[in-house]
């Protein structure tokens, strides 16, 4: 539909086009003025008539009510008076019209500015189809079983992943966790609230489908719930560690580093002119340049020359991350050094056990040990503390690049007590705070939960971006201007995986089977739909609607007008 910006300009230059010929042909023809005073006046006229006729005026209305019924109307007791009218998925009745969606209803009937919605409430087809209207909402009987869940995203290998779901309905309720062999993996009683979290570690990469399933006192299964879990493998960072000696810690580093995948490259020292290395473990600008992040503890820091330390600040600033390893006093120099890239480190006396909090129901973790120094600056943030809040790794931005401190001298611990996957979290989320940022932000997925031809929305999509799904590939139309810039709609047609591809990104999601999940499907209409509700405007304010004026009037003028200047135009009235 064309803009009326674009119709007015269009029209007002075809009337200065029709006054420049008007008056040439005065100039060739002798004629009175009044005349072509005359032909100008009618053409502005008729332009204007045309105008009004393709985009009539619109005019106010005494604001009329509706009451539409949604999904499980039937469970309101008593309905309120009004005209009515259903939506596709309101129970069936023969006495009440229906309608495919809203947007259509208000189509229909733009003098509708108050709305009454009976049952679950309003889906995501029909929420956007309300703005500047108000919204009542009387909702039917509330759903029992699994009513909220929420799981992190994106999961990386290694790490341990957790979901929280709430159980509304069933008393003394009880959730379990079940991996896809069926075996238990974790299981809790819901608190006084409905409230329960669930957990495992994700050790392998690839998609599965776990098994939730909510049982009641008497231990009958209530519900069963697909939990889709896609474990990523993070990209190769590429890794650079210089240390002035060997260690246990650095070697259940090094051990970690290797087992994540990661490209590491290795400077340890052992005495004068002795060290243990690898090929690219210089500090250089090149190697610099290549890697993604720099690990240092204070002895080897205290070894670089003023060059080197240097050169290392720069490349913070243009995007490495460095992250120092404190086992050890440091020196003045050390100090001096961090505090101009904005981290103040200074010596405390602070208590050198600590405690880390551990994984729900996974025991005591060990007593690991800090170095007594405080770290402080603009902006700092804490990226690692103990069970008492104490900080034990502080980060800050440098430039494109990020800085930070470690004070936990023994994290090796407690991969020897048996607790690997504590130890990994803890290097994979320093890694992740730290090392230098992708160029290309991945897909971003609204929402965590999806069902059959309902809508899905994805943002910081490539212009190429497409669906995969058992081997068919669907392209994307990706928006490129406006405020959805770089985002776009999916409706999925059947349950199962799919692959969101955009540039180098793959994003996987699961889309649940229609009958799955009633009860969470339902609670989150509702919550929606009370959240549309308390933003709707006001029932005052909408007393008026403004609905589409008639065409017809302005047609008919712009026919006399037209008639007129085609009738004066031809006729010799005027001439000389």
């Known amino acids: ?33 009044w005349r072509g005073m005359a032909l100008t006046v009618l053409s502005a006229l008729s332009a204007l008539m045309l105008y009004f006729t393709l985009l009539p ?89 699994l009513v909220d869940f929420w799981m992190q995203e994106p999961i990386v290998i290694g790490n341990r992943w957790q979901l929280s779901v709430r159980v509304s309905g069933i008393a003394g309720a009880r959730v379990e966790l079940r991996d896809p062999s069926g075996a238990l993996v974790d299981a809790v009683t819901i608190n006084v609230s409905g409230d329960a979290a669930l957990s495992d570690i994700a050790r392998a990469a690839g998609r599965v489908n776990y098994q939730l399933r909510v049982l ?36 259940a580093l090094r051990r970690w580093a290797l087992d994540a995948g990661l490209q590491l490259q290795s400077h340890i020292d052992l005495g004068p002119g002795m060290a243990v290395r690898t090929v690219s473990a210089g500090i250089t600008p090149t190697t610099l340049a290549e890697q993604d992040m720099l690990i240092v503890d ?43 890239m904005g981290l103040r480190i200074e010596t405390a006396t602070l208590t050198q056990s600590v405690q880390l909090t551990p994984d729900v129901r996974t025991g005591e973790w060990p007593t690991l040990s800090r170095q007594p120094v405080r770290v402080s600056g603009t902006d700092a943030r804490i990226a690692l503390s103990g069970q008492q809040g104490e900080p034990l790794a502080v980060w800050r931005a440098h430039g494109d690049g990020r800085v930070g401190v470690l004070l936990l001298s023994d ?36 929402g965590n939960l999806a069902w059959p031809h309902e809508r899905m929305v ?35 047609e059947a349950a199962g995986w799919y692959t969101l591809n955009s540039g180098e990104n793959q994003l996987p999601f699961y889309v649940h089977a229609p009958k799955e999940g009633e009860a969470l499907r339902r609670s989150m209409t509702r919550a929606a739909t009370l959240k549309l509700s308390a933003s709707a405007q006001d029932a005052a304010m909408a007393s008026r609607m403004p609905v589409p004026g008639s065409p017809w009037p302005w047609f008919i003028g712009w026919l006399v007008a037209s008639g007129l200047l085609w009738w004066l135009e031809r006729s010799r009235i005027g001439k000389i």
């Open 1 to 33: 539909m064309m803009s009326p910006t674009l119709l007015a300009a269009l029209l007002m230059t075809a009337v200065l086009i029709s006054a420049v010929l008007i008056q040439l042909s005065a100039r060739r023809h002798a004629s009175r003025p």
């Open 57 to 145: 005026p619109s005019r106010q209305v005494p604001a009329s009510e509706r009451v539409v019924m949604s999904a499980d109307s039937d469970t309101v007791g008593n309905l309120p008076d009004g005209q009515r009218v259903a939506l596709p998925e309101a129970p069936t009745r023969r006495d009440m019209p229906r309608v495919p969606d809203l947007a259509t209803l208000l189509r229909q009937s733009p003098d509708i500015g108050r709305l009454l919605i009976v049952g679950d409430g309003l889906t995501a087809r029909d929420r956007d189809a309300v703005a500047g209207r108000s919204i009542q909402f009387l909702s039917g009987a509330a759903p029992v079983g």
């Open 216 to 251: 009641d006192s008497a231990g009958k299964v209530r519900e069963s719930f697909t939990v889709p879990v896609a474990v990523s493998q993070p990209p190769a960072l590429k890794l650079l560690s210089r240390s002035g000696g060997p260690g246990p810690d650095l070697k």
């Open 298 to 340: 204070e002895r080897a820091w205290q070894g670089f020359d003023a060059g080197q330390r240097r050169m290392i600040r720069e490349a913070v600033g243009n995007g490495l991350g460095l992250l120092l390893r404190v086992s050890g006093p440091l020196s003045l120099q050390t100090m001096a050094d961090f505090q101009q």
């Open 411 to 446: 994290s090796f611990r407690l991969a020897l007590a048996g607790y690997g996957d504590a130890h990994s979290r803890i290097w994979s989320n320093l890694i992740s705070v730290l090392a230098r940022p992708q160029p290309e932000a991945p897909p971003v997925r609204q």
């Open 458 to 492: 994805f943002c910081q999509l490539q212009p190429d971006a497409s669906i995969q799904s058992e081997g068919e590939w669907q392209p994307l139309m990706v928006e490129t201007r406006g405020t959805n810039r770089s985002c776009a709609g999916f409706w999925p």
